[in-house]
Every structure is written in C-alpha cells, then in structure tokens.
C-alpha cells in the first residue's frame, strides 16, 4: 500500500536538512499550478514544502537551480542583516541531507522545501494605495537588484513564458481541436482576442528587434506573490518558479493585472471587475523609485502597453485553456477557465476607458523620474 498524503510529506520533508519535527501539516490552495504545504514544527520554525508540477514544468533541476541562484544573489545584497531578517526578505532554500536543493519521491515528483515566513501578510485583491506603492517598490527593488546578475545563466523554463505570438499559435491549435461547445460559449471572447492582437504584438517585436532588452524577470508578479509586514510595508517576493531573461514590462504588467484589478481574478461578477486607476499610480511611483536609473526611455514609454498585454497574455491563457479541455490551470469547476478568461477581457476594457488617463499619469510620473 502507498503511503497516505501526510506520511507521503513526512518522508519528503525529513529528507531535507534541518533538525525539526513536524506537528502540523496545512495545504495552501491558492497556486494554480504547484501543490504547497505549510510545515509547523515543533521548533516554532516553519517551512513551506512545495511539490513542483512536473506537466508543466518539464526541466524540474533548472527550474530549482533558477531559484536557489537568484535567492542566493538577493540575499549577498542584504549582508548587513541578521540571519533571521534576511529569511524574511528573500527566499530561503534548504538542501536535501544529500545536498540538493530538491528531493525526488519514490513516485519521481520533485519537491522543494523554503523557510516560512511568518507574521507576514499577503493580498489577492488591494484595498489602499500604499500597498499598491510598496508593491510597485517591491518588485521594482527585484529587478534592480538582480540587474547585476547575468540574466543568461538562466534556463528559459517555459520557453516563451510572455511572448504573445507564441501564445497565440497556441490559442489557433486550440481552437482547431475544441469542442463546438466551448467554441460557442467562448466566441465574444474569441472575437476580442483577434481584435486585439496587432496591438497586443508590439512589445514581442520590440523586444525580437532587440530595442528592449532582456532582463532577469519574475514573469508571476501578481500581488498574491508579495509579502507584507504588519505595518503593510513590502517584505518578501515568493514564488520564483518562473524566474527567468524577460522584459521589465512581463514584471509591471502582472502586477498591475492584479493590483488593479477591483476583483479576484476568479470572479464571476464582471460588473465588480475595473481597472483602479489610483493604484496604477501608486505602484508606478513605487516601481520607478527603485527602477529609475535602470531602465531606458524606451521601456518607461511602453510600461503602460506593458500592463495592457500582459492581462490580454493571461486572458488569451485562460481561454485557451478553456478550448483545451483544462489540462494547465486548477479548475473546480466547468467553465472556470472560460470566467477567468471572461474576467480579464473585461478588465482590458475598463482599462482602455481609462487609457488617455493613464497615459498622461505615466508621463508626469516618469518626468519627475528621469
Ligand atoms: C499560475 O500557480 P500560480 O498561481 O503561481 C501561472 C501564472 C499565472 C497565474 C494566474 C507557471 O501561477 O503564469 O499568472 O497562474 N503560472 C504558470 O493566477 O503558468
Ligand atoms: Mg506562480
């Protein structure tokens, strides 16, 4: 007989090197891809155990060895902290008692294994503007200070990740295979993707004609993956399965997809999705102040466009999963994929009311910048 899910963790988690003993075992269940577990222990030092979803991920060992490379990098930066302090403000991986930053289970599945880090707090949707600003400095603060490491000793771990030509090929094989069904029920949004597309391949050439470069990117900067302190200012950026070379706008868009965002991205309720204009602001005033002297004219300009195709990217991913048949993302139920979809077009719509008003903001804010 196998092993039941909480031995299954025991195992896994005793085969990492620490000197704990678990008492509790708690599942998050807000990733999409990955099955995460929050590990209490006796020793009041906690740890996130994370099982790495191999469908997805096919190169597990780069996709770690990404991680451990950029943590170590962000954590030389803060040498002036205390041990404790600096696993508050970067990722913190453990070796396996073998050595390696991962363990792989008698079923072949990778796991990975993190500090906790406590009395922090995060958010799916933002209510106030400083969390919007101290997240803009937060994940501002992530690109400068990986600006110095060399974005090519990175593995591309999904190739491709941001780059919408692609994922529209993607989106044209789905539709082919789909079922009558869902071709009907997904149309309006079929139609606002083909509408959209010219405009949504602007940043792709840009960066294929090498005009924008690449950079080292998080490429899953929504809100949910930034930690906060108690007085809500920005602690810790989690979840860098994906961090990879990209574009600074992959980072800003993202971001700006869920800060902006009045709702959750699985809400239903499209007349409770709209594009906050306030937090647009305030995580670009924050962003900038740690960016500034890094980025290019160029980039600043398209930072908004950036925005824009990043929730058209998530959009088009969503529905093409939808036509696929919810083989990628953790659905519960039938047309979950086809309402994410549903709710980041509308999110697109409300941000192109808005767009004179935000460009406007976005060239007072970087003048005063540059
Ligand atoms: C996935 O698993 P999670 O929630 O961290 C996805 C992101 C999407 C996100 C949408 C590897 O991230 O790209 O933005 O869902 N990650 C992957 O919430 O595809
Ligand atoms: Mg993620």
Known sequence: ???????????????????????????????????????????????????????????????????????????????????????????????????????????????NLTYYISKSISYDTVSNKEIAYEGGKLFGKFISQTSDFDASELVEIIPGFHDVKRRLLQF???????????????????????????????????????????????????????????????????????????????????????????????????????FNVKYYEAYLKGFLEELQDSLSALEIEFLPLGAKTIIYIMGLRFLTDYLTGDVYYKTTYDEHNLDRAKNQFKLIESFEEQYEEILKLSKSISKVKQ
């Open 1 to 111: 007989m196998g092993l039941n899910t909480n031995e299954l963790i025991t195992s896994v988690f005793n085969a990492f090197n620490h000197n704990c003993t678990i008492t509790e075992i708690q599942e998050f269940s807000s990733g999409h891809i990955n099955d995460t577990y929050l590990i209490r222990t006796a020793e009041q030092q906690h740890f996130v155990l994370q099982r790495i979803n191999d469908e997805v991920f096919d190169n597990v060992q780069a996709l770690v060895n990404n991680k451990v490379k950029v943590s170590k990098h962000l954590a030389s930066k803060l040498f002036r902290l205390t041990a404790e302090e600096k696993y508050r403000r970067v990722l913190t991986f453990l070796p396996t008692k073998m050595g390696a930053y991962y363990y792989q289970d008698s079923e072949s599945k990778f796991w």
């Open 172 to 274: 044209e094989q789905a539709k082919r295979k789909a079922s009558a069904d869902r071709l009907k029920k997904a149309n309006t949004q079929i139609l606002r993707v083909e509408a959209l597309q010219e405009e949504m391949v602007i940043l792709q050439c840009l960066k294929d004609e090498g005009k924008i470069p690449n950079r080292v990117t998080h490429n899953d900067t929504k809100i949910s993956n930034a930690l906060f302190d108690s007085n809500n200012k920005g602690l810790c950026v989690i979840d860098t399965d994906t961090v990879m070379p990209g574009i600074v706008h992959n980072d800003f868009g993202d971001a700006i997809r869920t800060i902006c965002n009045t709702a959750e991205e699985d809400q239903k309720d499209l007349s409770l999705v709209n």
